[in-house]
């Protein structure tokens, strides 16, 4: 018979958290020390020094607004002066500090986190916070973001978003939006100029 209890999986060094975390039950967690093939969104490597980082995976239930709900819960685990980049950045001074990545099946989800502690490729930003105080900040966060009404989480989105109100440029497969970036729908896509989008790559302008 299947174990369906959640399992808390600590290990030196996987190819990715997510892939040690897609066969586990809901409310488990894989964090490692380092990643050899970790990755963000659009397949882009994610790398980083073992040790220097938050590489960390979640699997909760299937929530259609689950990357904006992560999101929310990294910023608030990371303090006060962390903004958030839509759909899957986290910032710092305008740097980025870290990113999201949300893999979904039928009935449950895979939420990687992975957070530039002591060390950050040039061009971004570090938190210099230990990484199990920040952990035990996440894991309460994805809790109680994971399973709020979704209202809340777009309201507190647009509070933490450094993306609503300036000038964007997306680029979409084939073809590229410049406008504002005015809203995020109630399905969690970016409103530019009056056009929806659900997914791309956003600069801020």
């Known amino acids: 018979m299947e174990d369906l209890q959640p399992q808390f999986i600590r290990r030196s060094s996987v190819t990715s958290t997510q892939d040690v975390a897609r066969g586990l039950p809901i409310g488990s967690m894989v964090i490692a020390d380092h990643q050899t093939a970790g990755r963000g969104r659009l397949n882009r490597r994610w790398e980083a020094p073992a040790g220097s980082a938050l590489l960390v995976s979640f699997v909760v239930p299937y929530n259609p607004l689950l990357s904006l709900a992560?999101?929310?819960?990294?910023?608030?685990?990371?303090?006060?002066?962390?903004?958030?980049?839509?759909?899957?950045?986290?910032?710092l001074g305008s740097r980025k500090l870290g990113g999201i990545l949300v893999e979904t099946t039928l009935d449950r989800a895979i939420c990687g986190v992975g957070i530039n502690l002591s060390w950050a490729p040039e061009g971004a930003a570090k938190l210099d916070q230990p990484r199990e105080d920040v952990l035990a900040r996440l894991s309460s966060k994805i809790d109680a973001w994971s399973a709020a009404p979704a209202d809340r989480v777009l309201s507190r989105w647009r509070e933490l978003s450094e993306t609503l109100g300036r000038r964007v440029r997306v680029e979409l497969p084939g073809r590229t939006i410049e406008g504002i970036a005015q809203d995020i729908g109630r399905s969690g896509e970016l409103i530019v100029d009056g056009a929806q989008v659900s997914a791309g790559s956003v600069t801020h302008l």
């Not at 929310?72 to 958030?84: K, M, S």
């Open 70 to 91: 992560v999101g929310v819960a990294a910023a608030e685990a990371c303090g006060p002066e962390v903004r958030l980049k839509w759909p899957n950045d986290l910032l």
